[in-house]
């Protein structure tokens, strides 16, 4: 089946940095990313479409200039949070589209201290 | 906006067969209706997929009705690795780009 990474599965930061988190689709191009972020015993929540070539498009209530997404080629979108603060901590999980099917990556844990 | 309604919880012991329903009253003529399973702190893991009617594969079966406003999920005699979060998914259009909302999804509870 197909494949799909994040980098890193975990990451702690210090509050007022950046930190960028890659999604690979390892055995197949995906022109259509997305990325989600997800609390503790609660669903998904779609924050925004990345297009390869073109910009991402957000959720409504989504800051685009906190979370820069960025999907450079056919296998790699990026999630760049900027300035993070602890209420950011959060688990990130993108998932590649591959025909009608979301292959999903296996997620990154964020702390923000 | 969610596009499906599932149960929030089910529970269900060993060996079982357990069935998850999904209601996806707007569903688009084109859209597939897909399942997903989820442990915690991992990403969601595909099941099925199916369009209409009946579907079955290693794992699970799928049967959606003809008028494709509802599906369910089978998984027949359940173990406890099963307990997880089931979502089901359909395509969402109605903002021009093609995505998927999801729902609450169904905590399910394998016992002993």
């Known amino acids: 089946g197909a494949v799909v990474s994040q980098h890193p599965s975990w990451v702690i930061c210090k509050s007022g940095t950046s930190v960028k988190i890659e999604c690979r689709s390892l055995d197949f191009q995906a022109t259509t990313m997305f990325w989600y972020r997800q609390f503790p015993k609660q669903s998904l929540m779609l924050m925004a479409t990345?297009?390869?070539?073109?910009?991402?498009?957000?959720e409504q209530g989504v800051e685009k200039d906190k979370f820069l997404i960025n999907h450079a080629s056919l296998t790699l979108s990026t999630l760049t949070v900027t300035s993070a603060h602890p209420e950011d901590s959060s688990f990130y999980i993108c998932?590649?589209?591959?025909?009608?099917?979301?292959?999903f990556g296996p997620g990154t844990r964020l702390t923000v201290t | 906006l969610a596009k499906t309604t599932q149960p929030i919880s089910m529970d269900s012991y060993e060996g079982q067969e357990v069935n998850i329903t999904c209601s996806h009253n707007n569903i688009a003529t084109n859209d597939y209706i897909t399942w997903y399973q989820q442990f915690p702190s991992q990403g969601p893991r595909f099941i099925i997929q199916g369009y209409k009617t009946k579907v079955t594969n290693e794992v699970a079966s799928l049967f959606i009705p003809a008028d494709r406003k509802s599906s369910t999920l089978s998984l027949p005699r359940v173990s406890l690795s099963d307990t997880a979060v089931y979502y089901c998914?359909?395509?969402?259009?109605?903002?021009?780009?093609?995505?998927?909302?999801f729902g609450t999804g169904t905590r399910l509870k394998v016992l002993a």
């Open positions: 998932s590649a589209l591959r025909g009608r099917e979301q292959y």
């Open positions: 990345s297009n390869e070539g073109s910009k991402a498009t957000y």
């Open positions: 998914l359909v395509g969402d259009l109605t903002s021009g780009t093609y995505k998927y909302i």
